[in-house]
Each structure stands twice: as structure tokens, then as C-alpha cells.
């Protein structure tokens, strides 16, 4: 019998000390121990507790960091040898990590009933009542975990929401039946310069906040004083809502030739419009006289004509049916009982997303007969019910269930009904349709290639846009376009339109990405992007006219991915200024996955009055760097901030900071180094693998709603390493992460307590 059988029953153990001490002892105590002991914790990590073998497990979070560091090539530091024997440490590791994750049984998590974020109820509602409500002007904000809005453990309900839910209930079930009669006689609604009601976006346009109370049709008209020279040309006026281009029309600025001309003339137009509180905006599209207008005569009526008021009329009765009735009724409800029912049944089970009891049926029937005792109409009893069901919690919420106490694994796949919902809240951030819905109450949808052409189908649905808006717009920080500020005095030309088109460039690339299946590395460098006129001049690239959005390839490297937008690079900077922090900082938490800790207490201030004045934005770092307590992460940080000032603070490109040429060259952690925006980009995309991992991670939290945790490491890997062998289709790991054990299974609520209290 072998000795070192006799001496260590536990063989594979004994080898694996063996193995440490041979291979990753020397390491550490030449290599790392100097810096990272208990007098010196340099990056806030002190390796005396890995010195031996049983740690790489015991302290896994901690070797985990170690060996990402290592496969970065950021340790050891520059100036510091390498070790020969780095790659034979990093191979130990990965293979302690493996073994160690083979004996673990697998474990999809546990999810708790998550109630529905503003944006799905807003999607929710479209698609269950055909009806326009917008849940993020009327609900409080949600809680963000782990990066996203949609984790269950945060998406609490609050004495206001729940006030919110029963107001929006009231008004979207008057709202999808439309049986309460308008008003009698139309209400006028003005917002005029005079009463400085309105905000001036530029010359030529103006934009005022509105609360439209009822659906219906609007005449709006718009008071455009003044006239321009004999030879003017037309104009085409533009009318928006909530950003959106609802209508346009030609106007004519010459003079009329009429005696009596009306220099305070008018134009209309006359649109549906829906309930709610809305932002409109009003102005000349592709209006190039009003660039070279003295801003003193931007105003003058013998001059120039602008448009000074917007005046909303209505509501009007519409002639065409509404969608929703069509969606609702789908009989005669004053037919008989049997149609009555038959419409609240359907109604329910697509609310709830699952089949109904003839008892939860009853119960709602109860609304419309209570309706109908006090003198209303059998249509204003169904829009009771309907009231009902959206206060309902088997609406506001995604309740799965546990599987029957006797299974004694309590790890169990989720319903088939139960799995439709993930997989409509994944993809749309709404309910399942009817077709999906169906398969899952027929028990088809796991049958061979069923869920595959599902997601396909799902995926090529417009509805799917809801990834580029919810996921995107968290993963990218895009909706904090929104609440950003940048400095009118700065940066002039920021405003709505370019904000808008900033937005919709994002967007639009996510999702070309999405439904073309186009690799991962385009979201680094890719080398097209999405234009209209208004952008197209802002970044400097000709040929592009008109305010739609096309497809443009890039024919220089100036731009390039999604970090060369400006959409990206106007959230990662300061209103005044850019910020090699922030971008730095963006990268790493967004890109590469390896997001730096907190900044340390009383970091000392940037002297802004000298950005750009008395020295480069990049001098002023180089000196904040210079602080030993602050270099360890700026050393990370800035070098890829640096790599985008060549962008400032709203992403047009620059070569001078103030009076001081834009240096943007810098060197990564692992040594490669750049000199230009383009070639960090490239750099980058040779980190490919670490930017897979970041998305996936990101995409596996999203899907679940819920944090990731130890157990998840497997998946993770798996997923990671699947869709490098597949060359990273942007689809290929959507449908993994929809075929992956969490997405389909569920632990089960006991031994989420059980565990939970063990860690206590």
C-alpha cells in the first residue's frame, strides 16, 4: 500500500497540500506577502490567512479575487518580477475551484413572489387592456438590488403604492371600457410664453407639461407669430409626446401677400391623445434658419417665426372603436349571464397568467351584479371587476409555488405556467400572450423544441425592445440620462432633442445587436451605430439627414461600441466637466466586471476652477494619484477614464481640454498600454472573456429577479464557458440562461429558511 495512503487516509487531500506547498507557497511568501500583510494591506487584502492549503477553500471569495487578478495580469504590479510558476498557481486554483464545485449539488436558488415593477405593470397593462398607463409617472420609484429594479427581495409595497394601485385601477378599468360619458363641452387648455408657461428648448421650440384627463380626441393648436423673408422657405412642424413624434405638418414662414396678414397666425391638428400626465413638444424640424438668427431677433415678428403657444381643445368623442373594448368584450355582455361570465373568466386568467377556479370567477361576477343592483350598466359592472382584479395580489404579483411537502428534495422544477411567466417578464417585461400562455395550460411547452421556437418567436416580437429598455437601460445606466444636468453654460447645445436622440442611438444598437444575434465584442467596438440628422452633426459625420434613425457605418475610429456614445459618456461624467473617475469606475463595474471598493473618507477635492484653466484635467489627477491612500484603485481606474477624454462631458469629440491638448494615452493593469480612444477599445476587446462573464452575470440576475449567490458559481461557468465555444451570439446566451437549472427550478421556501438561518 502506498505510504501516503497510510499516512493521509484522505489521499486527494494530501496531494493537494502537496500541490500548494510546492506550487503556491513560494509565491505567496516572494511575490505577495511583502505587500499584502498585516502592517501592509495594500488593496485592502492581507493574504496571512491563505498561507495554507485548506484556505483556497475556506477563504474562496478571497483566493476568487487573487485569481482574477492573476488572469487579468493586474499582480503582481508593474515593477514587480513574474513568477515562473504564476501559470502552474493559476491552473491549481481553477482546477481546487472545480473539484469543489463538482461536490456540490446543484442549487437553482430560491424567488420569492415578486410583485410587478412600474415598468412591467405599465407593459402589463398594454398587453392585458390595450390601454396607455404610464406606472413611472403615477408609482414611486423602485428599489434598486443587485443592479436592477426587478429583485424580488426589494420590490416592497408602501401605504402610497398601494394608494397609487387603487387610484390607477379606478382610472385604467374607466379607461379600457370607456362606459363614463366626457365632459359636455370641451375644456381649453393654453401654455403660452406670455404666461411663462411653457420652457424654450431653442428658437424654434417649446415644450410644456400637461395632464390630459380623458381619452380622447384633442384639436391642438399652435400660435406661430411672425413672418420671414419673401424667398423663406416652409417648415415642418413637429408635435411630440413624451418624446415620441406624433405628428408632423408643412408650414410656410414667407410672408402671405395679405393686406391684413395675422402675424400671431395659427396651425392645427387633431390627435388622440390618452390619459395621463405627459410632456409635449412643439418645433420646427430641420429648421437651419434659426442657426444663423442674432438670438436678439430670434423673436422679432418682422424676422423671424417661431412658435410662442401650444392650446389643447377637447376631449372629443372618437369614432373609431377603442383597442381595448375590442380586447375586452369579446361577446355582447348585455347577451345574457353566460357571455358576462365568459368575459370576466378570460380577463382573469390572463391578469392572474394562469388558469382560474370557478370560485375566483364567482367572486368577480359578485362586482358586476353589485354594479347593476345600484342602477349601472352591465358594462359598468365588468369595469368593476376589472377594478377588482387590479388591486387583486394574483395580479401584482409573481407568486410561484413550492412543491408538495412530500418531495423531500424540495428542489424542484417550476410549473410550466410558472415557467411562461419568467419567460415573458425575461423578454418583454410583461404577461405571457395567448399562444405561450396556452402551451403552458396544455403542458406542451417543455416538449421538445417547444420553449426553443418560443424564444424565437419571443425574441423576433417587438415586444422584446423591453431588453433594450429595462435591461440596457440599467445594465448602461441609460435612464439616468433623464436626471442629468449638464451645465447649459458648458455645453449649450444639450437639450431634449439630443438627449432623445442619445437614448434612442443606445437603444436602437442593443437592440440590432439583439435580433441580428451579432457577437458580444460589438458592444466594444462596433463599427456601426444608429443616426439621425441631429446626432449625425453633433458627432460630426456627414450625410445624414432627416430626424429618422438609420443604420451608419463608421468611417473613422473616433467612434466605436457603446463606449464611444455619447449617451454613455454624458451618465459617466460630472454636469461641468468629465470625469476620469467615473468613466474609470463605469468601465470596471459595467464592462469588465471588477468594480472598485468605496472611496476611503475625506478624499481630498479637485480644484475645479483649474480643469481646463490653469492645468488638464489629467494634470489634476496625476497630482490627486500622488496620495498613497488613494493610488491603489485610481491606478485601476483612471487609465480608462483617460482612454475616453478625448469625449467631453456629453460625448462630443475633443482634442483640447480648455487651453491643454488631450492626452488619452494610458496602461492597463496587465501592462498592454494605449494612446487613442480606438485602441483601448481594441484592448478591451481582448478581454473579451471578462466582459462574457460581466454580461452574463448580469443577464442571469435580471432573469431571475433576484441577487446572485455562492451556489450560482457553477452556472455562472457553465454559461461563460458555453457561449465562448459557441463565439458569444448575443441571442446564443439568452437561450442558455433560459435552459440553465435556476430558470427552470426553485428551491424551496423551508430550506431557504433553513440555510438562511445557518448563516445567522
Known amino acids: 500500500m502506498c505510504l501516503l495512503t497510510l499516512l493521509c487516509p484522505a489521499a486527494d487531500l494530501c496531494a493537494a497540500d502537496a500541490a500548494f506547498d510546492k506550487t503556491v507557497q513560494p509565491v505567496l511568501n516572494k511575490t505577495c506577502t ?13 493574504i496571512t490567512a491563505f498561507a495554507k492549503s485548506g484556505s483556497v477553500l475556506e477563504n474562496r471569495e478571497g483566493w476568487e479575487r487573487v485569481l482574477a487578478k492573476l488572469q487579468a495580469g493586474e499582480m503582481p504590479p508593474k515593477g514587480v518580477p ?19 464545485d463538482r461536490d456540490i449539488k446543484p442549487d437553482p436558488g430560491h424567488v420569492v413572489a415578486k410583485r410587478l415593477t412600474r415598468f412591467e405593470y405599465t407593459n402589463t397593462i398594454r398587453d392585458l387592456l390595450a390601454v396607455d398607463f404610464r406606472a413611472e409617472k403615477s408609482f414611486p420609484t423602485d428599489d434598486l438590488g443587485a443592479g436592477f429594479d426587478n429583485i424580488g427581495e426589494v420590490l416592497t409595497v408602501s401605504p402610497v403604492l398601494m394608494e397609487k394601485y ?35 428648448v431653442n428658437f424654434s421650440t417649446i415644450e410644456a407639461t400637461h395632464r390630459i384627463d380623458f381619452d380622447g380626441e384633442y384639436v391642438i393648436r399652435f400660435a406661430l407669430p411672425g413672418e420671414r423673408a419673401a424667398d423663406a422657405k416652409p417648415v415642418m412642424l413637429g408635435f411630440w409626446m413624451d418624446g415620441k413624434l406624433l405628428h408632423s405638418m408643412s408650414v410656410e414662414t414667407k410672408p402671405s401677400g395679405l393686406v391684413y396678414f395675422d402675424p400671431y397666425s395659427e396651425e392645427q391638428m387633431r390627435l388622440f391623445l390618452p390619459e395621463g400626465d405627459h410632456v409635449f413638444r412643439a418645433g420646427f424640424m430641420n429648421d437651419d434658419f434659426v442657426k444663423g438668427i442674432d438670438a436678439k431677433d430670434a423673436y422679432n415678428r418682422k424676422k423671424n417665426k417661431f412658435v410662442d403657444a401650444m392650446i389643447f381643445v377637447g376631449p372629443y368623442a372618437s369614432s373609431v372603436e377603442k383597442p381595448s373594448r375590442k380586447k375586452i368584450l369579446i361577446c355582447d355582455p348585455n347577451s345574457g349571464a353566460a357571455c358576462v ?7 382573469a386568467q390572463r391578469a392572474y397568467r394562469r388558469p382560474v377556479s370557478k370560485t375566483e370567477v364567482a367572486s368577480l361576477i359578485k362586482f358586476v351584479n353589485l354594479a347593476k343592483a345600484e342602477g349601472q350598466t352591465t358594462e359598468q359592472g365588468i369595469q368593476l371587476a376589472i377594478q377588482a382584479m387590479l388591486v387583486s395580489p394574483n395580479f401584482l404579483f409573481r407568486v410561484e409555488h413550492d412543491a408538495a411537502p412530500a418531495d423531500a428534495s424540495r428542489v424542484h422544477p417550476i410549473s410550466e405556467v410558472e415557467l411562461a411567466s419568467r419567460l415573458s417578464y425575461f423578454l418583454w417585461s410583461s404577461m405571457p400572450d395567448d399562444e405561450l400562455l396556452g402551451l403552458a395550460e396544455a403542458g406542451k411547452l417543455r416538449a421538445p423544441g417547444v420553449l426553443h421556437a418560443q424564444m424565437k418567436r419571443m425574441l423576433a416580437d417587438s415586444r422584446s425592445a423591453a431588453l433594450a429598455d429595462n435591461f440596457a437601460g440599467q445594465w448602461l445606466e441609460l435612464r439616468n440620462l433623464d436626471v442629468v444636468k449638464p451645465d447649459p453654460q458648458k455645453f449649450p447645445e444639450w437639450g431634449p432633442d439630443l438627449r432623445d436622440a442619445m437614448k434612442a442611438e443606445t437603444r436602437m ?4 445587436v439583439l435580433r441580428e444575434n451579432r457577437p458580444a465584442g460589438d458592444f466594444l467596438d462596433g463599427r456601426y451605430t444608429f443616426l439621425n440628422d441631429r446626432l449625425a452633426k453633433f458627432y460630426g459625420v456627414p450625410g445624414v439627414t432627416g430626424t429618422e434613425f438609420r443604420k451608419v457605418d463608421l468611417a473613422t475610429d473616433q467612434r466605436g461600441g457603446i463606449l464611444g456614445q ?8 460630472y454636469p461641468t466637466r468629465t470625469s476620469v473617475v467615473l468613466r474609470g469606475k463605469y468601465i470596471l463595474q459595467n464592462i469588465l466586471n471588477s468594480p472598485p471598493p468605496p472611496p476611503p473618507p475625506d478624499v481630498p477635492l479637485l480644484d475645479e476652477d483649474a480643469v481646463g484653466a490653469k492645468a488638464s484635467l489629467r494634470q489634476q489627477m496625476e497630482k490627486h494619484r500622488a496620495n498613497a491612500m488613494c493610488a491603489s484603485c485610481h491606478n485601476k481606474m483612471d487609465p480608462l477614464g483617460f482612454g475616453l477624454e478625448n469625449y467631453d462631458g456629453i460625448g462630443r469629440w475633443r482634442t483640447m481640454d480648455g487651453k491643454f491638448p488631450v492626452d488619452a494615452s494610458g496602461t492597463l493593469p496587465n501592462g498592454r498600454s494605449f494612446s487613442t480612444p ?14 462574457a462573464r460581466c454580461m452574463t452575470e448580469k443577464m442571469l440576475t435580471y432573469s431571475l429577479g433576484r441577487g446572485l449567490g455562492p451556489y450560482d458559481r457553477r452556472t455562472v461557468d457553465e454559461l461563460t464557458r458555453k457561449w465562448a465555444e459557441a463565439g458569444y451570439p448575443f441571442q446564443s446566451l439568452i437561450f442558455q440562461i433560459v435552459e440553465s437549472l435556476p430558470f427552470q427550478s426553485r428551491r424551496g421556501e423551508t430550506v431557504a429558511a433553513e440555510i438562511g438561518a445557518v448563516k445567522k
Open 678 to 691: 480606438a485602441q483601448m477599445r481594441s484592448e478591451l476587446k481582448s478581454q473579451l472573456p471578462e466582459f
Open 566 to 573: 455619447a449617451s454613455v459618456l454624458t451618465v459617466s461624467s
Open 509 to 512: 444598437f442593443f437592440d440590432y
Open 34 to 46: 511583502p505587500c499584502h500583510n498585516d502592517t501592509l494591506t495594500s488593496g485592502g487584502l492581507n
Open 341 to 347: 361570465e365568459r368575459i370576466v373568466a378570460d380577463l
Open 82 to 100: 513574474r513568477p515562473v510558476q504564476l501559470d502552474a498557481v493559476v491552473k491549481y486554483l481553477q482546477d481546487e475551484f472545480q473539484k469543489a
Open 166 to 200: 387603487l387610484a390607477a385601477a379606478a382610472s385604467i378599468a374607466s379607461r379600457a371600457i370607456g362606459a363614463d360619458p366626457l365632459p359636455k363641452k370641451p375644456i381649453v387648455a393654453e401654455y403660452a410664453n406670455k404666461d411663462k408657461r411653457i420652457r424654450r
